[in-house]
């Protein structure tokens, strides 16, 4: 180094060049660096390094969606956007339309993330979200197909949500099956029940690994259409700590991967993922000075109770399409009602209050629960089965599950139901936005594919009540066939407000996950 180099660098502590602007000059500059430079300048040295660490100490989410017919195209949009600013994920999920090519749309966000953070990537029947390029906020809503092979007509779209959340650890644990296994209902298979046990003991183990405690702050969880959900929820909602939140909804298709994991576990020929948990665990390292990052889950309620309670009498499953046969008797009467007698009743009931309602019953089920080999309890929870129909003899319902004896209530789609307890959720977040203690960082919503503009007949009643509150914030969701979110009977029934009857897989509702933040207070 030339000599009066070495004089000025003397001079100024040992620093130079650069160095010289100052920290909060340095800061400033930093902190507008897209992602990819910001990852590049941590490592200049030991000073930019220590700022860099400043400017991400507190928690950030970050989403895109774009319309764009390429999938090139669309995921360059959506990821350029959510590296636009400082940010290290932690997290990713993307959430397509059935037009885009899953794998290829997985294996492209993928590349572009790099191998450290899970990603999980899902087809669903609707995104919503800030476009990219724009940042105009959309509820994009596409058609429904059962058949696998066939997608919908101009069903493109993508919005991807990116994660920071220091003081937490994340990673992804999937819910595996094997292939050669017949695909029958999961609650007929001990085989099953047992996969589901041990997959629950894999996310104890892991949140005792990295927080020393047995239940993760929270897990976002995707699962299949044709999968049985509610006993997959159920296991779940008995094992977790009541403080663990659970949301997240059912998917055509989906894809994962694991933390730091170069490959794509469902590539393994003989496995089928039945679902996958995004954990969210407190990290017992935590960094001295992070704060604590905080979720509140929220529902609004697509749905309303109509009619009295019936008891079943008969039950018949039909394995074959995973529906029930049954007859009921009304509560407090003794003659035995077929199909069609009950839904004339339910139909006199109804009367011009609603124009083509979804039907179903929900099914109080009380049922044994345990994990492994610990000792079982009695759980009593809420099982949503549509109506298909009935004749002289029986009611037709979807799904299986149900047993004789089992108490059930009908109950109707009611968007007037849904645009109250949007309103109510609004008014929880104003609470939250005035809490002067902790700040909203973003938003996950989860909602009913039925839903949306056809539903409501109006625009953005879903997303209004974070567009209401937190008109700035990152928001991501998604149109689902189910949503999950951790609950009790007491979101359906006025008369049920401190229910022990839980209830985990919802029908024609939003799900909504808030998170926040506290920071450390400052040392007096």
Known sequence: MPRHREKQK???GGRSGIDLIGEDLLQTV???????????????????????KRILSRPKLSSALSLNPSLQVAVKEVVDKVLSQPIRPHFAIACVGPSFNLRLTHNLITKKLGFIAPVITCEFNGIMGREALTNEFKEIQWGITDDEDNDVPDAHGIILTIGFLPGLKVDVIPLVRSIEEPQV????????????????????EYTASVSGGTSPAGIIMFGGLR??????????DYAMSRETFIVGGESNKFLYRRNGDSSNANRRQKDNVVAVALLLATDRNKPLGIGDTQFRVAFSPGIS?????????????KRSDCSTWLTARREGLHDVLDGQTMLNDINDEMGDRIEYPALYIGVTERRKCSIGLEKASWVTSLAFHEVMGGDEEYLFVNGCGIKTGDSFRFYQSDSSTAFSFC?????????LKQDGNKEVFGGIIFSCCGRGNSFFRRSYVDSFPFLENFPGIPLGGAFCGGEIGRGSLSLYSQEAQQSSVRCCLHVYSTVYLAMSYTPVLPEC
């Open 227 to 236: 999968i049985d959900m509610k006993t997959i929820l159920d296991k779940m």
């Open 423 to 431: 309103s109510n959720v609004s008014e929880n977040l104003k609470l």
């Open 305 to 317: 109770p109509i009619g009295p309670m019936h008891k079943a009498v008969s039950v018949r499953e």
């Open 30 to 52: 930093l902190s507008r660096l897209p992602a990819l430079s910001f990852a590049s300048a941590a490592c200049v040295s030991r000073s930019w390094n220590t700022v860099c």
């Open 185 to 204: 209902a999961l609650v007929d298979k001990l085989g099953m029940e047992g996969l589901i046990d041990k997959w629950v003991m894999d996310i104890r």
């Open 10 to 12: 003397e001079r100024h």
